[in-house]
């Protein structure tokens, strides 16, 4: 066989096989490629991005509810401080007016205590 005869016959099976698209093919498969890998990433990224912004989303709505539970607390807590305080201080004022010794003979009133 002539070379000629096998390049017909190459050219012909080409042809045959969807010519120019197979020929397109074979010297766009890299750039296909490069291209259906940047379609897959964008894709990707847009599920992570989405994914992202729900987990912000989530994080700020529990940093609000942490902020309102920290103010309750503090704020019972200042309460209970406060009335801390004011039991001290009637137990300063009833220590100043009672003697609290056991048979203090200065005890007002006397009781026998």
Sequence with gaps: ????????????AITAVGGWEVVRYMLN???NRRKEE???????????RDAMLFLQTQLKEKE?????????VR?????VLEATRQKA????ELHRYRC???NCAHRDPQNGY
């Design 38 to 48: 940047a379609e897959a990433d964008n894709v990707e990224f847009g599920v992570l």
């Design 1 to 12: 066989m002539e070379l000629t005869t096998i390049m017909e016959m190459a050219a012909s």
């Design 75 to 79: 704020r019972l807590n200042a309460d």
């Design 29 to 31: 498969r890299k750039t």
């Design 64 to 72: 609000q509810r942490f902020a309102e539970q920290n103010e309750v």
């Design 89 to 92: 201080q009637l137990e300063l």
């Design 100 to 102: 609290v010794v056991r």
